[in-house]
């Protein structure tokens, strides 16, 4: 129906909110009376809309809990998972490592035992010309210190 420029909605069994001989003032107070009622029946209607909202976040809220402890849960196992890769890595390094070293000490101690082995030999035939030419050596020493052939010095025989 239509009335004073404001449009209102009607059931087909409901009387007009305005009747037409009603006075201005009447027309008016009964449309702020079923404004009154409409702000009513939107805020019961917002209030339930609001309680519904509010129910359903509550199962929302909890998904996205559990979906955070998922998430750390899975953070955890993959830390777990690549420090114990991490370990597996470094074991497997040792390993090549200390192969190699003992490889390489390996060869060091050949090369060691072959620098011992030509000592020996060489200190050897030291010993032996040692022995052979001993008697030769010490009598050269003592013909050497024993043979004294006193000389007047140089420098006092041109001076004296």
């Known amino acids: 129906m239509i009335g004073l420029g404001i449009h ?3 059931k087909d069994d409901q009387l007009p909110l305005f009747p037409p001989e009603a006075s201005r003032q009447d027309r008016c107070i009964k449309h702020q009376v079923a404004a ?3 702000i009513a029946i939107a805020t ?54 200390k192969a190699k070293e003992s ?3 390996g060869s060091h101690g050949s090369c060691s035992t072959e620098v011992e082995k030509d000592t020996q030999e060489k200190m050897t035939i030291l010993q032996t010309y040692f022995r ?23 420098n006092y025989r041109i001076n004296g």
Do not use: M, W
């Not at 030419?133 to 000389?151: G, H, K, Q, S, T």
């Open 132 to 154: 052979q030419n001993r008697d030769e050596v010490l009598d050269n020493l003592l013909a050497f210190v024993c043979d004294i052939r006193p000389e007047i010095h140089e």
């Open 36 to 38: 009154a009622g409409a």
């Open 103 to 105: 490889a390489a000490l």
């Open 8 to 10: 209102v909605k009607q």
């Open 44 to 97: 019961t209607s917002q209030s339930q809309g609001i309680q519904r909202l509010l129910q359903a976040e509550k199962p929302a809220a909890e998904k996205v809990s559990e979906a955070r402890k998922r998430k750390n849960r899975r953070l955890k196992q993959a830390k777990k998972e690549a420090q114990a890769e991490i370990e597996q890595y470094r074991l497997q390094r040792e390993k090549e490592f």
